[in-house]
T-cell receptor, first 114, second 112 residues
Framework: GAGVSQSPSNKVTEKGKDVELRCDPI?????LYWYRQSLGQGLEFLIY????????KSGLPSDRFSAERTGGSVSTLTIQRTQQEDSAVYLC????????????FGAGTRLSVL | LAKTTQPISMDSYEGQEVNITCSHN???????ITWYQQFPSQGPRFIIQ???TKVTNEVASLFIPADRKSSTLSLPRVSLSDTAVYYC?????????????FGRGTQLTVWP
């Protein structure tokens, strides 16, 4: 596709349920990033992939959060046993290798945990 | 990574030039300065990147003084559609650490 695609655009779930968020990066971009943005806040880094490897997972807030990337393309962010504080917009970005200062973002998935 | 400081908010009117200044006193020799724009319900969008002096593209200009401890994003003749949050980031161009550090940004509001 022409840009970074994220799905679903909106997700409402009940506390304690698991959710999966999907990111389809720009074709040819080897680097992929996940961020989280709470209302009125800046972006919080979660995890970074180079190819299928995740050299930096330090931003994941707890062991309920995990992410994987397969085939050097699509990535899935999974949140297990969701909590109300997980409610936020989850943003995915991709970049060319060695050009991590210029990231291209998707529109995000707005997660609401009731 | 160098910390940045920028105003929380700015107001302007249509047709005016807007200058948003960012301070980054601890910028390192290898660091570049990058600005992003974010509209409501959208992800941030890359605007411009520079290392020193002046960079201009179709959207904005970036002015960087010789000491590189600050930078100014200049938006010529703003319109209502320029209302957005603008983020200043400083880091290695390749960002080999992966992450970008976004602060709270500057909320620019353009009035008719």
């Amino acid at each position: 596709g022409a840009g970074v695609s994220q799905s679903p655009s909106n997700k409402v779930t009940e506390k304690g349920k698991d959710v999966e968020l999907r990111c389809d990066p720009i074709s040819g971009h080897t680097a992929l990033y996940w961020y989280r943005q709470s209302l009125g806040q800046g972006l919080e880094f979660l995890i970074y992939f180079q190819g299928n490897s995740a050299p930096d997972k330090s931003g994941l807030p707890s062991d309920r959060f995990s992410a994987e990337r397969t085939g050097g393309s699509v990535s899935t962010l999974t949140i297990q046993r969701t909590q109300q504080e997980d409610s936020a917009v989850y943003l995915c970005a991709s970049s060319l290798r060695g050009q991590g200062g210029i990231q291209y973002f998707g529109a995000g998935t707005r997660l609401s945990v009731l | 990574l160098a910390k940045t400081t920028q105003p929380i908010s700015m107001d302007s009117y249509e047709g005016q030039e807007v200058n948003i200044t960012c301070s980054h006193n601890n910028i390192a020799t290898n660091d570049y300065i990058t600005w992003y724009q974010q509209f409501p319900s959208q992800g941030p969008r890359f605007i411009i990147q520079g290392y020193k002096t002046k960079v201009t593209n179709e959207v904005a200009s970036l002015f960087i003084p010789a000491d590189r401890k600050s930078s100014t994003l200049s938006l010529p003749r703003v319109s209502l559609s320029d209302t957005a949050v603008y983020y200043c980031l400083v880091g290695d161009r390749g960002s080999t650490l992966g992450r970008l550090y976004f602060g709270r940004g500057t909320q620019l509001t353009v009035w008719p």
